[in-house]
């Protein structure tokens, strides 16, 4: 053994003399992943790649880890804090005491992996030891202090076989990489303003999409398709909620608005389907509302509940990918199944239809509304009346749970201050919606847009384009081949906000792995 590991080292010294002979270089400029800096590294990525394969980044405690600014990764050394039954938890060096890694691991082993895996399936195990991994670590997003960051990630590049020629590596094992410094403040401030631990709410958010991602990868690599971002993130926040830490009472602020910001308006005049990158602290919110009322609507009770969520992410038939896709398997849930022939009809026998009503129907609950004066889908003027009788049904069937109930806080989307009016917005793309004070026709739209309308005491439209297709009629996951090297895009934010690098993990090719 030690023979092995002295040619090993003896052949990395040679490796690395050799380079610096032939162009005067500093250990940073051969080792860029493990030196990062901004300045222009003098070696290429190919003698990088020499290096790592020589030395590797193997051992206790060595982890490979992206570093989201660069879009490539670096070795980190970091320590076992803790053990448990489901868990191992790693911190960086220097973050050994930062946190109380002994209640991060009895919080997971008793609440976040025995609840989430109930409403998601159990998890992957690659390196078979039947657990997963938890790394705290400073991550590396570029962020400014009091800023929007990355408060953790899952990597699917672990999913794969390692690549040295890669600038993303693969640890090949299940981990949550967690954030242990802005986080730690957010966390602590959260909970002594009463609301629910952010670090731990944050680990059960990335748990859901490692759960995930073991489903989406035979499409991935079939098609180079995942599911839609906004599905997944608006799982993730769920889960959260599943875990025990709820509600998401920032996201809450955010959809309904009336808050100084990015939030201001709230979701009004946004799309559910999320903006480019999903970039905007709006989407979370749009996702989180939307994905907590099918969940909370679906069945009477928490195993029902579950197994909807379940068969959302694992099938066994049809797994949610998209809109249609997951309104299919909606229309398969204990409370649809418990609904009369005639609300079944309402509601809609095709994925299609039933997301258009549904989607509407809890974008007019959202405002504190539950009744409508006049209501049209499309340009059918002639079928105003009937899809009027329609739409009453489906917010009576499925109105939002009481206050006292789980899901009762989906009614904080209104109360104390609806959402305000926006100006109206010429078009509307799909997923996109607006509420308003001025009169509004459907002359001349699309065939899914809908338009509600109260007439009294005072005025209000809800107009939404309800097309369940994100680039309309046409249903494609995130795929993009852009640079490794493009930097995560940190939405701009009044105070701190944690955000989830998902979409812009969507953009690596996985096509050679």
Avoid at 75 to 84: F, H, N, P, R, T
Avoid at 218 to 245: F, H
Avoid at 314 to 328: F, M, N
Wanted: hydrophobic share 35%.
């Amino acid at each position: 053994m030690r023979t092995n590991f002295g040619k090993k080292i003896s052949f990395g010294f040679w490796i690395l003399f050799f380079v610096c002979s032939l162009s005067a270089c500093s250990v940073e400029s051969v080792f860029p992943s493990l030196f990062p800096s901004d300045k222009p590294k003098l070696g290429s990525q190919y003698v990088q790649t020499l290096i790592l394969t020589a030395i590797g980044c193997a051992g206790p405690g060595k982890f490979w880890v992206r570093d989201i600014t660069k879009n490539s990764s670096y070795c980190l050394q970091a320590s076992l804090v803790g053990e448990g039954n489901s868990v191992s938890v790693y911190a960086e060096y220097g973050q050994e005491s930062t946190l109380n890694y002994a209640n991060i691991v009895r919080e997971f082993d008793q609440k976040i992996f025995p609840k989430v895996t109930a409403a998601f399936g159990t998890p992957s195990d690659m390196d078979q030891n039947g657990k997963v991994s938890l790394l705290f670590l400073d991550i590396r997003d570029g962020s400014k202090p009091g800023g929007s960051f990355v408060a953790g990630f899952f990597d699917p590049f672990d999913f794969f076989t390692d690549d040295p020629r890669s600038s993303v590596r693969s640890n090949s094992k299940e981990i949550l990489y967690i954030d242990s410094v802005q986080l730690k403040e957010l966390a602590e401030k959260d909970v002594a303003s009463g609301k629910s631990d952010t670090l731990l709410s944050t680990i059960a958010h990335e748990f859901q999409h490692l759960i995930r991602f073991q489903y989406e990868l035979p499409d991935y690599q079939s098609q180079k398709v995942r599911d839609e971002t906004w599905l997944n993130e608006g799982t993730s926040e769920v889960a959260s909620d599943i875990a025990g830490y709820s509600p998401q009472t920032n996201r809450i602020q955010c959809y309904r608005g009336n808050i100084a910001g990015a939030c201001a308006r709230g979701v009004n005049g946004s799309t559910l389907f999320g903006s480019s990158g999903f970039s905007s602290v709006v989407d979370y919110a749009f996702a989180y509302a939307f994905m907590k009322y099918l969940y909370t609507v679906s069945g009477s009770n928490l195993q029902e509940r579950n197994s909807f969520f379940k068969k959302t992410v694992a099938g066994p038939s049809v797994r949610a990918k998209d809109a249609q896709t997951l309104t299919e398997i909606f229309l398969t849930s204990p409370a649809v199944t418990a609904l009369s022939p005639a609300q079944k009809n309402d509601l809609g026998v095709s994925g299609e239809a039933a997301f258009i009503r549904l989607f509407a129907a809890f974008l007019w609950m959202s405002t504190g509304e539950s009744t409508v004066s006049e209501a049209q889908l499309g340009i059918d003027s002639a079928g105003a009346a009937g899809f009027k009788t329609g739409m009453e049904s489906v917010l009576g069937a499925l109105p939002f749970p009481p206050a006292n109930q789980d899901g009762g806080e989906l009614r904080k989307l209104y109360e104390t201050l609806p959402l305000p009016f926006i100006i109206p917005l010429n078009n509307l793309k799909p997923g996109q919606f607006h509420f308003i004070d001025q009169t509004r026709s459907n002359t001349g739209t699309q065939p899914a847009v809908v338009l509600l309308k109260k007439t009294a005491p005072s005025l209000k439209i809800l107009q939404v384009n309800a097309d369940p297709y994100r680039l309309g009629q046409v249903s494609q996951s995130v795929v993009r081949t852009e640079d490794e090297g493009e930097p995560v895009l940190l939405p701009a934010t009044d105070g701190p906000e944690i955000v989830c690098p998902l979409d812009y993990f969507h953009s690596v090719d996985f096509k050679n792995r």
